[in-house]
């Protein structure tokens, strides 16, 4: 047997009545709690930058393909569809879908309510999964290749602010030209994303009518979108789709389309790096605290095991095992208690939250195995790395005070 671990395991043994025994077990609570903070913390945060970045992509794709423009407008130049690229770039590993749709800007006009929007135009081969959980009422676009449609999906704040409801018909309001153009449409959906900014202007409707409202040919669109496997794929892929297309089109991620609400997601990180920091400084130095107690404590066996020939380096090793196992008791129920809250969070949404003001109408919640993994062995190489210093006390210890001193 292992002399250190031998020895690890006598010193904290259970059926020994010591000083160091409730002290033991505050720093088993205070890394338990400490593990507990972080692991809710980060669960929170990646799950909030999850659910928002899926909302944002699920509005825009991950990519979307259009003619050169210096200017940012929804009136764009139209693409022919027979592009090299399409539909063969769902091929290509880490891409998932590619899709065509057209943008018009448009105002809703009722009794007494007027409100502007973005007509988004979508054809057969749009991917309805991102709204198969957001709507709220009727059902998504019946769109064929046959002929369009006059129906339409509005959100619920749109149909909230207009007095709107559910096979509703209105009348929208496009400047062509020197022309003004109205159409009527029929309200077969509501969705609800929590997406204020998008919510309160999109509404979705058959492609062929905005190819119509530009005088389009059947065969052309504003732009393509490209949906990604993974968003980590994100900027590589953008790079790849942008060589690919040729020198007239242009792609953008939607990082570039919408940076501050990425650079706002972005900055949500310092906030949890510092619990992160704080967490694990109270954790080390518990951990600290607490070798010295127990090093103080068998400063008479540490000069007997001196005296009988253990060198420093065993010394310092069989109280670094005592410490790996409080730091693993620690982790241990910081972990059982961080997952069971979230779990508990994840399945009842016990704790909600302003949709207006968070963009979510509960707390999310996103258990990764990696992050949880990291988290964890942070924690383990810090504080033992912490440990490394105190654990020479051992070696200042001469064996004689140390017998004579019991």
């Not at 059902?139 to 704040?157: E, Q």
């Not at 007095?163 to 153009?181: E, P, Q, V």
Request: overall charge positive; glycine content about 8%; hydrophobic content about 45%.
């Amino acid at each position: 047997m292992n002399t250190e671990l031998f020895i690890a395991r006598r010193i904290l043994s259970k059926n020994k009545a010591n000083f160091s025994r409730p002290v033991v077990r505050i720093a088993i609570l205070s890394i338990g709690l400490g593990l507990t903070v972080m692991f809710i913390a980060v669960a929170i945060l990646t799950g909030f930058q999850k659910e928002v970045r899926e909302k944002v992509i699920g509005f825009g794709a991950h990519i979307q393909i259009s003619h050169y423009d210096e200017n940012s407008s929804l009136e764009t130049k139209p693409i022919s569809m027979h592009q090299d690229f399409y539909p063969s770039l769902e091929t290509v590993k880490g891409i998932r879908h590619i899709q065509v749709y057209a943008t018009k800007a448009g105002i809703i006009k009722t009794a007494d309510q007027i409100q502007g929007i973005v007509l988004k135009g979508i054809g057969p081969d749009y991917d309805f999964s991102f709204f198969s959980n957001k709507m709220i009422a009727g059902h998504f676009i019946h769109l064929s290749d046959t002929g369009k449609t006059n129906d339409v999906m509005i959100s619920k704040n749109l149909a909230a602010l207009l007095k709107l409801r559910l096979n509703d018909d209105i009348r929208m309001y496009f400047i062509s030209g020197t022309t003004t153009l109205g159409r009527k449409f029929h309200i077969a959906g509501i969705y609800e994303t929590g997406l204020e900014e998008f919510d309160k202007v999109y509404v979705l409707c058959d492609i062929r009518h905005i190819q119509k409202l530009n005088n389009w040919q059947p065969d052309e669109v504003g732009g393509f979108e490209v949906i990604l496997d993974n968003f980590n794929d994100l900027d590589k892929i953008g790079k790849y789709v942008y060589r690919k297309i040729g020198m007239t089109l242009d792609a953008k991620t939607i990082r570039d389309l919408y940076p501050q609400i990425f650079d706002w997601l972005d900055l949500q990180d310092i906030n949890v790096l510092i619990i992160l920091v704080l967490m694990v400084l109270v954790t080390g130095i518990t951990m600290i605290s607490t070798l010295l107690i127990l090093i103080l404590e068998r400063t008479n066996m540490i000069g007997i095991l001196k005296a009988l020939g253990m060198p420093n380096g065993g010394i310092r090793r069989v109280f670094l095992i005592n410490a790996a196992y409080i730091i693993g008791q620690g982790l241990f129920w910081g972990n059982l208690v961080g997952a069971t809250l979230c779990i508990i969070q994840q399945k009842y949404g016990i704790i909600t939250l302003p949709q207006e003001s968070y963009y979510v109408s509960v707390v999310p919640v996103n258990l990764d195995p990696w992050n949880i993994l990291l988290l964890n062995t942070g924690t383990v190489v810090v504080c033992l790395a912490m440990l490394l210093v105190p654990s020479y006390v051992t070696s200042r210890i001469s064996p004689v005070r140390a017998i004579r001193f019991s």
